[in-house]
């Protein structure tokens, strides 16, 4: 691929406003899921690829994240050049911004512990997920996660991809996390509309993805008396419903109760 300024044919700048606090959720995901990974990084950067319009959600995931390790080197990165002029006034000693892309610019000697693409590849075409996961994972240390995905305007529905660097080097499919505050209530089909580019285009019937709703939907409907409740109760049955079923559901209550569901399932592909 050619790496003229850096970019290769596959990357191109799109809209890029973020409302206040669209990523929260993301980041107390990650704090709630990869707490050590995020303590026990040392000189290992926490990488926000395409910030877009202005520095928000890198600055405030520094704020959230910063909570676990007041140490923790922050890079981020975005193909609009005039992009990263507007977030370098927010620089500071452990704060950075730069141009770049999935080939990301890293100080030299530096790899990344936590990568997140989050509303980057939607834009992209689903044939070109693997390229960038491919380049994207060049920057992970062993261990080191990279979580992509897609959220609506306000991020209180999305769902992402979770992977790991292993020692190959070659990412590991850990799996996909679904998440939601509430406010829209609960019902699986809120999130077909956010999933990351490489599903969106499964939902047919013979998919994985689309049997996997299904299924949700039939649990959701079997424990609906759990909605008296509360709307949380509900959606905590219906993850201990699909673990019943012989999906592999992380059923742990901090984990529902906060509105995640992650479905560990090594093989549903990116490829
Ligand atoms: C829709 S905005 C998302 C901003 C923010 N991450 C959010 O979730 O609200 C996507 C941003 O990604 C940038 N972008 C697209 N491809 C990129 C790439 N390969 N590397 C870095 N940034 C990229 C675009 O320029 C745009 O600013």
């Known amino acids: 691929m050619s790496t003229r300024n850096g970019k290769n044919p596959i990357e191109h700048p799109t809209r890029g406003k973020t409302a206040q606090n669209r990523l929260r959720r993301?980041?107390?995901?990650v704090t709630k899921y990869f707490p050590n990974l995020i303590k026990e990084a040392?000189?290992?950067?926490?990488?926000?690829?395409?910030?877009?319009?202005?520095?928000?959600?890198?600055?405030?995931?520094?704020?959230?994240?910063?909570?676990l390790n007041p140490q923790l080197p922050i890079l981020g990165v975005e193909l609009d050049p005039e992009r990263v002029a507007t977030a370098k006034p927010f620089e500071d000693d452990l704060t950075h911004f730069r141009q770049g892309g999935f080939n990301i610019p890293l100080p030299k000697g530096n790899k990344a512990i936590l990568i997140r693409a989050f509303n980057v590849l939607r834009q992209y075409e689903e044939n070109q997920?693997?390229?960038?996961?491919?380049?994207?994972?060049?920057?992970?240390?062993?261990?080191g996660i990279l979580i992509e995905g897609t959220s609506d305007p306000f991020g209180r529905i999305w769902v992402a991809n979770l992977l790991q660097q292993s020692t190959l080097p070659s990412l590991t499919y850990l799996g996909i996390t679904f998440s939601t505050?509430?406010?829209?209530?609960?019902?699986?089909?809120?999130?077909?509309?956010?999933?990351?580019?490489?599903?969106i285009h499964k939902m047919v019937p013979g998919e994985t993805i689309h049997q996997f709703f299904n299924d949700w939907e039939d649990a959701a409907n079997k424990t609906i008396s759990h909605k008296a409740y509360g709307i949380r109760q509900w959606f905590v049955e219906t993850g201990i419903a699909l673990a019943e079923m012989g999906y592999q559901i992380d059923t742990r209550k901090k984990m529902l109760k906060s509105g995640f569901l992650?479905?560990?399932?090594?093989s549903l592909t990116w490829e």
């Open 26 to 29: 993301v980041d107390l995901f």
């Open 129 to 143: 997920v693997a390229d960038s996961y491919a380049l994207m994972s060049k920057s992970l240390v062993p261990g």
């Open 262 to 266: 992650t479905w560990k399932y090594p």
């Open 42 to 67: 040392q000189d290992t950067y926490f990488v926000d690829l395409g910030f877009g319009a202005d520095p928000t959600t890198t600055l405030e995931s520094a704020h959230h994240l910063r909570k």
């Open 181 to 199: 505050n509430f406010r829209w209530g609960f019902s699986p089909s809120l999130f077909p509309p956010v999933l990351p580019k490489n599903l």
